[in-house]
């Protein structure tokens, strides 16, 4: 059984300060996907990033997986208000189902 | 429709009652997935189906609970003599096949009286 931890669980800052998440598994992964769920609602996918050391940009969020594909990390820079919500990771190997770490809650205050 | 709709939305169950929770899939898709939510933490899995098949049930925390989707569409997750521990917010995703990516509803969140 893998073990996947996010961290960390809880963040809350103001807006225009940067910040960064991480996912850490015990297991390699042949990808790996991240979530935004906002309050009320279902997650939704930001991004998949599959091969090891990869980067990848949304706007002002950075993906990067890393080089073992046993761990990610998502960087925000000048957060707003927008972004709050729970980060999930959630590894995949192949067609497995997807299984999402407990998240970072994160609170982007005015 | 153009998303992942589920009814109800907020549901109140007295402990003991059954309730029957329903996802209606995007249209299409082959891969209904069925997921639990406590309070400030991730989805956690429970059962997976691609077409009317239930492919994977391991997650169901007991035996009160059953989900089904006969027609290979809509899905209804049952539990039965419901549990104050039952309460949670029951999330239902769909994707156009195994693997691809998966489109989540907007839940719907049980409590448990």
């Known amino acids: 059984t893998q073990l996947l931890e996010q961290s960390p669980q809880f963040l809350s800052i103001q807006e225009g300060e940067n910040l960064t998440v991480y996912c850490n598994s015990s297991?390699?992964?042949?990808?790996l996907q991240w979530y935004r769920q906002e309050p009320g609602e279902g997650p939704v996918l930001l991004v998949t990033v599959v091969t090891g050391g990869e980067v990848k940009k949304l706007k002002r969020l950075t993906f990067q997986f890393g080089d073992a594909r046993k761990d990610s990390s998502l960087h925000i820079t000048a957060a707003q208000p927008g972004d709050t919500g729970l980060y999930l990771c959630?590894?995949?190997?192949?067609?497995?189902?997807?299984?999402f770490g407990k998240g970072t809650m994160l609170l982007v205050s005015p | 429709g153009a998303g992942v709709s589920q009814s109800p939305r907020y549901k109140v169950a007295k402990r003991g009652q059954d309730v029957a929770l329903r996802c209606d899939p995007i249209s299409g898709h082959v891969s209904l997935f069925w997921y639990q939510q406590a309070l400030g933490q991730g989805p956690e899995f429970l059962t997976y189906f691609q077409n009317e098949a239930q492919l994977d049930k391991s997650g169901l925390p007991s035996d009160r609970f059953f989900a089904e989707r006969p027609e290979g569409s809509v899905s209804t997750l049952k539990i039965q003599r419901t549990q104050q521990e039952d309460s949670a917010v029951y999330l239902c995703a769909s994707s156009w096949e195994q693997g691809a990516e998966a489109f989540f509803g907007q839940g719907t969140r049980l409590t448990v009286v």
């Open positions: 959630a590894p995949k190997e192949g067609y497995s189902t997807l299984t």
């Open positions: 297991s390699v992964f042949s990808s």
